[in-house]
């Protein structure tokens, strides 16, 4: 069977390369096609992957070549509502005029059905190998225009090839409204576009009620965890490049991961908590930005906290498994490379009270939830006196892997595995 997926970013790499890896293992082909970035193609995960006789890695513009990645790039920006409402607004009719709806699809069509041929050529006729496009989850704000996404699991379809969207993430949040814009309990319709696929996978139950309105239950498989799975986590750290960290064995490390102003964040209160921890004079802070929209993270525009002399940032060029290898400790802020701590049994700090949501963590492990500033203080100074030992109560810890990561056990990776091949024709 043979397997064409698309990567966007360091998201759908770390989550999906973990799948990628067991279908090519199962004896199975796969081609990637990198849609972002071209140095992607660098990634030590997909260079990993790379390695494999099965697998065929290329970057999109090498595939399509200049003229087209330059016209892909603008019609996806010219979808994009933020580049639209900044137009003066003589010019955005004229330009739908000039690229409507029918070019748009056109030309996407024209895309999809390079790609399909080149990864299905056979499928032009009549099929000799079972085949599948794979696409991460696939929404209203997604990187990938939903125009492109539909046209080729319309071309993929009549192909007769299977589609499925894998994840790109789990859920560090455990309530509905997460983002500064939601303010009710409406299913959010950017997750309907997920309905084109024949199956979309999803982590756990967290997951999949966001696609649940949209698609009746036999179409959401819930699977488990691929990039926090204890087989996954063991192969990862046989390909880890070298950690550009130096570990001071005089201090507390903490490292703080930070998230974009898109959630419903109390910043003002997250620089005092910073001060709160760095007032700690054996605590060393390291605050990693998230690894999209840094610029748009305004812990990361906070010049003062960047003159504390134990408080440092770090961004993209030190990867979340080497922060969690120099760590003694962990704080969330709602991001779910968190849960790797939990698996290292790494004692994690949940800054429930510095936002409008309630995270994961928290609600699944009540000793991690920091619920005011006074826990925010104290917690952190009762691991410095207690060392990070004995920090997880086990029933809290073990419910949480069984019901957020190892769903329904730990045989999580052969699941995508045999879903896909279930779809797969």
């Not at 290898?325 to 962990?330: E, G, I, P, R, V």
């Not at 701590?341 to 309630?358: M, T």
Request: net charge neutral.
């Amino acid at each position: 069977m043979k397997a064409l997926f698309f990567l966007r970013h360091y998201n759908d790499i770390d989550h999906v390369t973990p799948i990628v890896y067991k279908w090519v293992q199962a004896g199975h082909v796969a081609d990637l096609v990198m849609m972002g970035a071209r140095s992607s193609v660098n990634d030590y995960r997909i260079r990993f992957l790379d390695g494999h006789e099965s697998v065929r890695v290329a970057w999109i513009g090498d595939i399509v070549g200049r003229a087209k990645l330059f016209r892909m790039g603008l019609q996806k920006l010219l979808r994009n509502r933020y580049f639209r409402r900044a137009l003066p607004g003589f010019l955005t009719p004229a330009l739908d005029r000039a690229i409507g709806e029918d070019k748009r699809f056109a030309f996407w069509r024209k895309i999809g059905d390079l790609l399909l041929d080149r990864s299905f050529p056979d499928r032009q006729g009549e099929a000799s190998m079972p085949g599948i496009v794979a696409f991460d989850w696939i929404s209203g704000n997604s990187v990938f225009p939903i125009e492109f996404v539909q046209s080729v699991v319309a071309s993929a379809r009549e192909r007769k090839l299977g589609a499925i969207s894998l994840p790109h993430g789990d859920s560090p949040h455990a309530s509905f409204m997460v983002r500064v814009e939601e303010l009710d309990m409406k299913p959010r319709m950017k997750f309907e576009p997920a309905k084109m696929f024949d199956t979309v996978a999803v982590p756990n139950e967290l997951c999949a009620k966001r696609f649940r309105p949209f698609l009746d239950d036999r179409r959401v498989a819930v699977l488990g965890s691929p990039r926090y799975c204890d087989e996954w986590l063991a192969r990862l750290e046989t390909l880890l490049p070298p950690s550009p960290l130096q570990a001071d064995d005089t201090k507390f490390k903490v490292v703080f991961f930070s998230r974009k102003e898109d959630f419903s964040i109390f910043w003002e209160e997250v620089a005092r908590a910073v001060r709160i921890w760095a007032s700690f004079p054996d605590v060393e802070l390291i605050i990693k930005a998230h690894t999209r929209g840094g610029w748009r993270q305004p812990l990361s525009r906070q010049l003062g906290l960047r003159k504390l002399d134990n408080v440092r940032f770090v961004a993209g060029e030190v990867h979340s498994s080497h922060l969690l290898d120099w760590a003694d400790a962990a704080i969330d802020l709602g991001t779910s490379v968190v849960f790797e701590a939990v698996k290292r049994k790494l004692p994690v700090l949940s800054a429930d009270y510095l936002q409008a949501a309630r995270l994961t963590i928290g609600e699944y492990l009540p000793e991690c939830a920091l619920t005011c500033r006074d826990d925010a203080y104290q917690k952190l100074e009762r691991l410095l006196e207690n060392g990070p030992e004995d920090f997880y109560v086990p029933a809290h810890r073990e419910r949480f892997l069984r019901e957020v990561i190892d769903v329904p056990d730990p045989e999580v990776l052969p699941r995508y595995v045999e879903k896909m091949e279930s779809l797969a024709r």
